[in-house]
């Protein structure tokens, strides 16, 4: 008798959980593109550092730089966002910091890959290196989509959906009695 009391009442407690997706900051979709992003750059930065020789060294270099900085930079929001943690840190705006760095990042990787595939050996490991870092690309680019589909621009101001012309509502047609009712 007393589990047909409790029962219907009892919900599980949502701070047990370690890991929050889907969320108000990462959908289940951006979560695996994130998780795609992680795996592409760690796997481009593999390959570039198994590199033995170069002919160009500046962007093998640059391509090395923005490899490891967006595997490691990329785990860590995605661990942030994907778990409580985002809760701890003191950063208000999780949107706005999600949508720059994910477009700093595209940026940096589709420039670092062009110019690494344009400067290089011809070696198989080179052009492989590459076409990792164009797929990563590719990902940042499709996150930076589905961001923009899904929340707009993180800096635009939301709509009043009750006022949608921003204009001062109307004063109050009935005024208070003298003893406030």
Not at 35 to 61: H, I, K, R, T
Not at 75 to 102: E, K, M
Not at 168 to 173: C, G, N
Request: hydrophobic content about 50%; glycine content about 4%; proline content about 6%.
């Amino acid at each position: 008798m007393a589990d047909t009391v409790y029962a219907p009442t009892t919900a599980p407690n949502p701070k047990d959980k370690c890991f929050l997706v889907p969320n108000d900051l990462l959908d289940l979709s951006r979560f695996f593109l994130k998780l795609a992003q992680v795996v592409l750059s760690f796997v481009a930065f593999v390959q570039e550092e198994l590199v033995s020789s170069c002919a160009s060294c500046g962007p093998l270099y640059f391509f090395e730089f923005v490899s490891c900085s967006a595997f490691l930079f990329t785990t860590l929001l995605l661990v942030l966002l994907a778990t409580a943690l985002h809760r701890r840190v003191g950063v208000a705006r999780w949107s706005a910091l999600d949508f720059l760095y994910t477009s700093c990042i595209f940026v940096l990787f589709f420039i670092a890959s062009i110019s690494f595939s344009a400067k290089n050996s011809g070696t198989n490991l080179e052009k492989s290196a590459a076409v990792f870092g164009f797929l990563a690309s590719l990902f940042f680019g499709l996150d930076l989509f589905f961001f923009y589909r899904t929340h707009g621009l993180p800096w635009k101001p939301a709509q009043n959906q009750e006022n949608p012309t921003n204009e001062a509502p109307a004063p109050e047609a009935e005024k208070l009695n003298e003893n406030g009712a």
